[in-house]
């Protein structure tokens, strides 16, 4: 069974403070490492999308690496726009592309 | 290019009321989800399709149905609501494979009382 655990729950920053977020994740066959963005009251916006160890991928201030056991998100210089809730899923094996998702770390950037 | 739309928006069921939630994509793909989303739960599957006609099981299915006779609509059904199935619900779509990345819709927030 895939499993996704996301740390922290909550994580608040000062505007300019970087930080990572972490994913870790045990999977059968990682067919792909996801990350949404998700704002109160909206559907998730997707990231990025990491298929294998060592792969890494930037938007803006956000960069996504992955291993074979976890994935960070990291945010430099954070803007209080950058606050919202991320998202890590993984899909693997013959999954019919059906997403195991983590429970999401609240990121909260102060001006 | 609406991408993924859901109707209702908002809705407030009575304990045994049935109704039907609607998912609609016009990006022409092939896998549809229905998930729910609850405080500290995270987002779980709870069926989705991958084509027209057919639907398969995911983590949370009981008490709920679905159907799929559209490409374009994947319906969820609630035939007697339950206080527990008070949640957001996300549509969701993809194309083929598991290396695609899911877009969703807005969500639904349904309140069983």
């Known amino acids: 069974e895939d499993q996704v655990t996301q740390s922290p729950e909550a994580l608040r920053l000062q505007e300019g403070e970087s930080s990572s977020l972490n994913c870790s994740y045990t999977?059968?066959?990682?067919?792909?490492l996801f990350w949404y963005r998700q704002d109160p009251g909206k559907g998730p916006e997707f990231l990025f999308t990491?298929?294998?160890a060592g792969e890494e991928k930037e938007k803006e201030r956000l960069k996504a690496t992955l291993t074979k056991k976890e994935s960070f998100l990291h945010i430099t210089a954070p803007k209080p726009e950058d606050s919202a809730t991320y998202l890590c899923?993984?899909?693997?094996?013959?999954?019919?592309?059906?997403?195991?998702f983590g429970q999401g770390t609240i990121l909260t950037v102060h001006p | 290019n609406a991408g993924v739309t859901q109707t209702p928006k908002f809705r407030v069921l009575k304990t045994g009321q049935s109704m039907t939630l609607l998912c609609a994509q016009d990006?022409?793909?092939?896998?549809m989800y229905w998930y729910r989303q609850d405080p500290g739960m995270g987002l779980r599957l709870i069926h989705y399709?991958?084509?027209?006609?057919?639907?398969a099981k995911g983590e949370v299915p009981d008490g709920y149905n679905v159907s799929r006779l559209k490409k374009q609509n994947f319906l969820l059904g609630l035939e007697s609501a339950a206080p527990s199935q008070t949640s957001v619900y996300f549509c969701?779509?993809?194309?083929?494979?598991?290396?695609?990345?899911?877009?969703f819709g807005p969500g639904t927030r349904l309140t069983v009382l």
């Open positions: 399709s991958v084509g027209e006609g057919t639907t």
């Open positions: 969701a779509s993809s194309n083929v494979g598991g290396e695609n990345e899911q877009f």
């Open positions: 990006m022409n793909h092939e896998y």
């Open positions: 899923a993984v899909s693997g094996g013959t999954s019919y592309g059906k997403l195991t």
């Open positions: 999977v059968s066959g990682l067919r792909g």
């Open positions: 990491l298929y294998s």
